[in-house]
T-cell receptor, first 110, second 113 residues
């Protein structure tokens, strides 16, 4: 079993749609959680950190369920510019070991 | 503020050739990392350095060596390149504290023929 697994994708959605990505992790000792966005042939960039209480940043909402070892990302009112690959990233207690999921590709269609 | 600077952006090697990928960060970060990214496999850790003077193997270290030259710089060396090392390489850094995120360089597209 991979340490971090994500929806295989790709997701093709129309503009304005709401889309949800799921991620599960196997290491129960994990302490930090992130969603990164990666555009084609570019470096990953932080979209948002994920906190235990859940957090929201504009159209983006992230949730963490430690008991189920599950992380989610919700994108509301999708824009064409949201088209990218979304990476789930899990870190250890020491801020040194980061494990990446394989990513889920999103295409927002006009 | 440059962040993480990685060179070169592109490189083509013949099997058996050697090369060094350079990485530098100007954020006073303790931890630095080298990842490779292959289609459908996500980013895999090659080596990391938790602090100046220390390096540790990651998930896929075979065929690579690293040097943490000082706090700013972390280089990745391929002594004898193989076609299996064709990939996109990313350098990253982090403060090394809990819950701190990774910052990435812009990547190196390496092809080994």
């Amino acid at each position: 079993r991979k340490e971090v697994e994500q929806d295989p994708g790709p997701f093709n959605v129309p503009e304005g749609a709401t889309v949800a990505f799921n991620c599960t992790y196997s290491n129960s000792a994990s302490q930090s959680f992130f969603w990164y966005r990666q555009d084609c042939r570019k470096e990953p960039k932080l979209l948002m950190s994920v906190y235990s209480s859940g957090n929201e940043d504009g159209r983006f909402t992230a949730q963490l369920n430690r008991a189920s070892q599950y992380i989610s990302l919700l994108i509301r009112d999708s824009k064409l510019s949201d088209s990218a690959t979304y990476l789930c990233v899990v870190g250890d207690n020491y801020g040194q070991n980061f494990v990446f999921g394989p990513g889920t590709r999103l295409s927002v269609l006009p | 503020n440059a962040g993480v600077t990685q060179t070169p952006k592109f490189q083509v090697l013949k099997t058996g050739q050697s090369m060094t990928l350079q990485c530098a960060q100007d954020m006073n970060h303790n931890s630095m990392y080298w990842y490779r990214q292959d289609p459908g496999m996500g980013l895999r850790l090659i080596y990391y350095s938790a602090s100046e003077g220390t390096t540790d193997k990651g998930e896929v270290p075979n065929g690579y060596n690293v040097s943490r030259l000082n706090k700013r710089e972390f280089s990745l060396r391929l002594e004898s390149a193989a076609p299996s090392q064709t990939s996109v390489y990313f350098c990253a850094s982090s403060s090394g504290q809990q819950n701190e995120k990774l910052f990435f360089g812009s990547g190196t597209q390496l092809s080994v023929l």
